[in-house]
C-alpha cells in the first residue's frame, strides 16, 4: 500500500512538471534525479505508454515552433534537440525523414539574416556569421544568388 501512495506522489509530480511544457524524457529524469530509482522508471514507463511522455513528438513540436519563431540552421536545431537529452538517433532519424522540410526551412532562415542585415554589415561579415552558425555552404551561397540578381 505504501508503494502506491508514493507511486502516485510521485505520478502526480511529474505530471505537474511535464503538464506546465512538454519535457523530454531526459529532462524528467534530470528534475526527479533525487527520486531516482525503480519507481522514477515505473512512473515514466507509464507516462510513456499513456503518451504524455513522448521524446518523438517533443521533437516534431519543437521543430515546429523553432520554424515558426526562429532562424535557425539544420545544424543549430539538431544541436538544441540533442542538448534536450534526446537520444541522437531520434533526432537523425526525424532530419532523414524531414530533409527536404528542413532544407527549406534553413534557406529561408539564411534569407532572413541576410536581408536583415544586407545593409548594416558588408557581404563578407554576413557569411562568416552564417557559416558560425552552421549554415550549409550550398544554401548560403543559393540564397546569396537569390538575392544578388
Known amino acids: 500500500m ?3 501512495e508514493e507511486f502516485d506522489k510521485l505520478k502526480t509530480k511529474v505530471l505537474k512538471y511535464i503538464l506546465f511544457k512538454k519535457r523530454t524524457e531526459s529532462e524528467v529524469r534530470q528534475k526527479f534525479k533525487p527520486d531516482e530509482g525503480e519507481m522514477l522508471n515505473d512512473v515514466i514507463n507509464e507516462l510513456k505508454d499513456l503518451n504524455y511522455i513522448n521524446d ?3 521533437i516534431e513540436k519543437t521543430v515546429k515552433e523553432y520554424m515558426n519563431l526562429k532562424n535557425l540552421s539544420m545544424k543549430e536545431v539538431e544541436y538544441k534537440l540533442v542538448s534536450k537529452g534526446i537520444k541522437k538517433d531520434l533526432v537523425d532519424s526525424y532530419i532523414y525523414t524531414n ?5 527549406d ?4 532562415s539564411a534569407r532572413n ?3 536583415k542585415k544586407i545593409n548594416l554589415q ?3 561579415d554576413i557569411l562568416n556569421y552564417l557559416r558560425k552558425k552552421r549554415y550549409m555552404e550550398d544554401s548560403i551561397k543559393m540564397v546569396m544568388q537569390e538575392i544578388e540578381e
Open 56 to 58: 518523438e513528438k517533443y
Open 113 to 115: 539574416i541576410i536581408i
Open 99 to 103: 530533409k527536404e522540410m528542413l532544407l
Open 2 to 4: 505504501e508503494y502506491i
Open 105 to 108: 526551412y534553413e534557406m529561408k
Open 122 to 124: 558588408d557581404k563578407e
